[in-house]
Each structure stands twice: as C-alpha cells, then as structure tokens.
C-alpha cells in the first residue's frame, strides 16, 4: 500500500467561489483530523510487525557470594551470566506476520476512512451547491412576481384588475421573501458542518459551489457488484485481519512447544592458600540449556479455541459485511436511474414547458386576458419542477459518490462530464 500517503504532506487550497470538487477533496485530505489520526493508526500498527518477530532481550546476571564457597583450587568471589531465551521454531516468524497483516489491515482501514471522507465531501459539495440554487432559484421566480405585481397593480389602477389579485401576488412575494430568509439561515448551519467535514473553523465563509459535474454509470450492475467484492477497502480490511487471524490460529498451536533458554555463566575464583594445587585459581566456565514446561493444557486448548472464534468470527464478520454493502450498492443503483430520468425529464420537458406556460401567462395577464391567479399557478409550478432538477442533478451525482466509494473506483461515463451551473438550462 504505498499509494497511502500522510495527510500532513499535502497543502490545503484556499477555498474560494472558483474553487472545484477536487479542491474541497484536497482540503479535507490535508485538513481532517479524523482521516490524519486514522493514518496514525496505521503508521503505529506498522511499527508492531519488527516488535513481534524480534527476539527476547538477552538476560545479564550477577551474583556476589556473601559467604564465598571454598573449592579445592580456591574460593568463589562472584558470578557473570548471561543468557537468551529462543523461542521455539516458527513462534517468532508467525508472531511477525500476524502483526504485519494486522499492519495492512490498519492501512485498509485508514484507505477505507480516506474513501468515505471523499464521499462525504462530495455529499456535502452536492447539498451546499443545491441549497445556493434553491436560494438563487427562488430569488428568481421571486423577480418574476415582482414583474407580476407591477402588472397586477397597473390593471387594479386603471379599474381593469381586482384588489384580491393583486393581494395575492403580494401573498405569494411575501411567502418567497420568507423562504429565502429561511433558506440563507440554513445555509449557515451547512456551512459550519461542512467546515467541520473538511477541518476548517465552522465560523469561516464557505462560498456556494458554482457547479457540479453529473455524470452516468455505464458499468452494468453485475460489473459494479464484481467491483465492490474486489475493490472495496473495508472488504480488504477485514480479508487482512483474516489473514492475521489465521496466523493468530498457527501460533496458538506451537505455544504447546517449549521455549529454548541458552546461557553461559563465568564465576571468578581467587587462589587457593594451600600451595601446590593443579589449576589452583582457575575461574569456572558454564554453558547451560534449559527449557520451559508448557503444563497448562488446557490453557494452551482454550488459547487455540479463543483464536479459531475470532478467526470465525471475522469470516462471518465479512459475509455480513459484503451483504450489507452489496445492498447499499443496489440502492445507489436504483437512486442513479431514478435521478437520471428525472434530470432528462424535468430538464428537457417539464421545466422548459413550465417556463413558456409562465411566459404566456405573464403576457396573457398584461394583455388583460388572464387574471393573477393564472400567473401564479404557472409561477408555482415553474418553481416545484426547477427545484426537483436542481434536486435530480445533486441526487445524481451523490448516487456516483456512493457507488465510487462502495467499489473503491472512479467510474467510466458514458458521455462527457457536463458541469450544471444554471440548472441544466
């Protein structure tokens, strides 16, 4: 995994109106505290792996003979040892690759986070970019009853229109002006909880996204559900901490095999008074072996049962796992043709039907064969079906973030990626 790279080496831009997706994506890679404690994780994990195949430290001893032991070539003084415990054949080996498979695992899982903070980012961009168009939108339509009124407040003058019309006109501008205050008090809480996402101040401006990229799947679902078996990190995740189980298992086994304790003693003797002695002062030299008796069968029998559970466990732990998320994945499927229909339906048909229904009201009303209220049931529906696009597009695109995240791949399109500033219009 030597794609990963440290959040920290990366320069977060500076976010403005023209900033991209990708920017935002960039951002909250260098920025997100979540994703960077995440690569901590894993940075330690790695450090285990030397740690866990190292042997133990060697022992240093010495002892001093308060009451030195007289010898027939003099008396003891003090004694050196040294000595090494070696475990037995294959304990450190497998001890290294369990934690270097659990070191992947925490690298999977830190991908795993790194793609899912992508994909919230992009939900995020998404919504805030839908909340700017139904502000601007509504502001819009909102110019158009101001177009209205002066209309409907002209005929009233000159006799040719009722009061009531014009009350509801200014009804209906009242309404607008009320959402659009309500819309700009929300775009304050997103705002912070998109700062939070990226890891900025939530108090900071964030400005509105000025487009979003729609873009089309052409992987058949059956291609998508072969994608996320092999590509999704949080699969690869729990396949590594199998792995690592499964050595976890073979370790368990040789913990009934003895440990192996190699040593060498030196004890210094001092010269005998007898005179004459062969050898007399001559300091001992001991090489010794010794091992340690695995008596505790049945802590060894439970040790190998406890590491078959979690290796079972993890299994099960994967079949759950990859239901879960092939459900996820048929879902975002069915929002991606259910979105996609609704942007080529609203953007092709209804939205530019609605506007010359509004546009012959308007001249119908300025013409003074049509009332107010004709106007206003345009100017409504005109309204409902550019926001249902508006809302298309940004579900749109938010179904391709889902997928992408859940098959760890950026996918094909089966047209060019079209940027929607004003709607599809």
Do not use: C
């Not at 899982?109 to 939108?137: H, Q, T």
């Not at 189980?245 to 304790?261: C, F, I, N, S």
């Not at 003797?269 to 010794?290: H, Q, W």
């Amino acid at each position: 995994m030597d794609h990963l790279s440290d959040p920290g080496k990366f320069q977060a831009p500076e976010l403005t109106e023209s900033s991209t997706l990708d920017d935002y994506l960039l951002y909250a890679l260098a920025a997100n505290p979540a994703l960077k404690a995440s690569y901590h994780r894993w940075e330690a994990a790695v450090q285990q792996a030397p740690q866990a195949g190292a042997l133990p430290n060697p022992r240093l001893g010495y002892g001093y003979f308060l009451r030195q032991v007289e010898t027939r070539v003099g008396p003891q003084v003090q004694r050196f040892g040294l000595s090494q415990a070696f475990p037995w054949f294959g304990k450190l080996s497998l001890a290294e690759s369990k934690a270097a498979k659990a070191a992947r695992a925490a690298g999977r899982k830190f991908e795993a986070d790194r793609v899912e903070l992508y994909r919230k980012v992009r939900v995020a961009y998404y919504d805030y970019w839908f909340l700017g168009r139904r502000i601007e939108i509504t502001q819009s339509n909102l110019a158009l009853l101001e177009q209205t009124e002066e209309i409907a407040s002209n005929r009233y003058s000159t006799g040719s229109g009722g009061f009531s019309q014009l009350i509801k006109v200014q009804v209906e501008m009242g309404k607008l002006e009320d959402g659009i205050a309500t819309l700009e008090d929300l775009a304050t809480s997103h705002a912070a909880a998109f700062n939070a996402l990226l890891g900025r101040d939530t108090g900071l401006p964030l400005p509105f996204p000025a487009a979003i990229d729609t873009t089309a799947v052409v992987q058949s679902p059956a291609e998508l559900e072969q994608l996320l078996v092999e590509r999704n990190p949080e699969l690869a995740r729990l396949r590594e901490l199998q792995g690592s189980a499964e050595d976890g298992v073979r370790l368990a086994g040789k913990q009934r095999w003895p440990d192996v304790m190699v040593g060498l003693d030196y004890i210094q003797t001092d010269e005998s008074e007898m005179p004459n002695i062969a050898d007399n002062g001559r300091d001992p030299l001991i090489a010794s072996v010794s091992i340690n008796l695995p008596l505790s069968f049945g802590k060894y029998e439970a040790a190998e049962k406890q590491a078959a559970s979690r290796l079972g466990a993890l299994r099960q732990q994967e079949m759950d796992m990859t239901n879960m998320l092939s459900a996820r994945l048929k879902q975002a499927v069915v929002d991606l043709d259910d979105a996609d229909r609704k942007v080529d339906l609203y953007g092709s048909t209804l939205v530019p039907k609605a506007e010359q229904s509004l546009e012959a009201a308007i001249t119908a009303l300025s013409a003074g064969k049509a009332d107010a209220l004709d106007v206003l049931d345009a100017q409504r529906t005109l309204l409902d079906f550019q926001l249902e696009l508006e809302r298309s597009l940004a579900a749109l695109a938010k179904s391709v973030a889902e997928i992408e995240a859940l098959t760890g791949e950026t996918l094909n399109i089966d047209r060019a990626a079209q940027a929607h500033p004003e709607g599809g219009n």
